[in-house]
């Protein structure tokens, strides 16, 4: 259940292996901004142990050799990948849909998987104690798969985890993410992860001609600085990243900015008879250096 990293990187290891498996996403695509885009090095070495590294590789992407931060002014460079002991010495930025849908492709290559868009799933299928199935809506009508095991992918706010009754334990955090699109300026500073003054956290995601960009935020802050109005904003994301002052005209509108409520959870126990949960589902993960994806790929592995 859910076409995320999680849910497809299972299918394809599970069709590798001779399931049969089917996977449900609720949307028509994978085309959806501001989702963890940061594939770490575990996850590319996977990729070379999967035969998959050369097709991985040929995808957009910025490679990144260490990780940089800018606090006050002063560059430091806490995280180096070249001094790691595996194969993949870099950490790869690449937009989230096109890495699902390269796990899609490469698990369309085997007959016993099955994609099935636009299926939004709303319930469990029981027999006495065991999960046997899932019941979705498609628009072709309900949709009823029946399985050995059903897994549950679809994110923190999981629709089959709640159909379950297994209950997440919340641990609380204390930052918000707004999210936002900046183009490159044109006498770029060396690629950064995230900039620090006094006052804020801003962070500049290298993608293509445009940075992902996002500020931390109190949790639960954000309807005050909306209040302070789009003006305030530009200007707090200057005091913190001064390069950023020729482009940060360009957002002209809070539409232009997405509200990412930061949650950190787990789930004391990921199972019940015919069922298992998996990824952000057992446990949603703090966007911080972008683990959540890598964490649902191993989750998917083991």
Not at 33 to 62: C, V, W, Y
Not at 146 to 163: F, M, W
Not at 212 to 238: H, T
Request: aromatic share 8%; net charge neutral; with cysteine.
């Amino acid at each position: 259940v859910g076409g995320g990293p999680a849910g497809l990187m299972l299918g394809l290891l599970l069709a590798r292996a001779g399931v049969d498996v089917t996977v449900l996403e609720k949307h028509a695509d994978f085309l959806r901004d501001f989702r963890g885009d940061t594939i770490h090095p575990s996850t590319i070495d996977l990729m070379d142990e999967l035969g998959l590294s050369k097709r991985f590789l040929a995808l957009p992407q910025n490679d990144v050799a260490t990780l940089d931060f800018v606090v006050s002014g002063n560059r430091i460079r806490p995280i180096d990948f070249s001094r790691l002991r595996g194969g993949a010495r870099f950490l790869a930025l690449m937009p989230q849909w096109d890495f699902l849908n390269f796990l899609a492709a490469e698990a369309a290559r085997y007959p016993n998987f099955r994609l099935e868009l636009r299926a939004e799933v709303t319930g469990l299928v029981r027999s006495g104690s065991r999960v046997v199935g899932v019941i979705a809506t498609t628009p072709d009508g309900p949709l009823e798969v029946r399985a050995p095991l059903t897994v549950a992918a679809d994110g923190r706010s999981s629709v089959a985890r709640a159909a379950s009754g297994l209950v997440a334990r919340d641990f609380g955090v204390p930052i918000d993410v707004l999210w936002f699109r900046l183009p490159k300026v044109g006498k770029a500073p060396p690629d950064t992860l995230a900039y620090l003054d006094g006052n804020s956290m801003v962070l500049t995601i290298p993608r293509g001609e445009y940075y992902q960009s996002g500020m931390v935020i109190a949790k639960g802050g954000f309807d005050e600085i909306r209040a302070g109005g789009i003006d305030a904003f530009r200007a707090r994301l200057v005091s913190a990243a001064a390069f950023l002052e020729p482009v940060v005209g360009t957002l002209t509108s809070w539409d232009q900015v997405s509200l990412l409520s930061v949650q950190v959870d787990r789930l004391d126990r990921w199972y019940l008879p015919g069922f298992l949960c998996i990824g952000d589902a057992a446990h949603a993960m703090s966007p911080a250096f972008g683990v959540g994806v890598n964490y649902a790929i191993q989750d998917a592995v083991a």
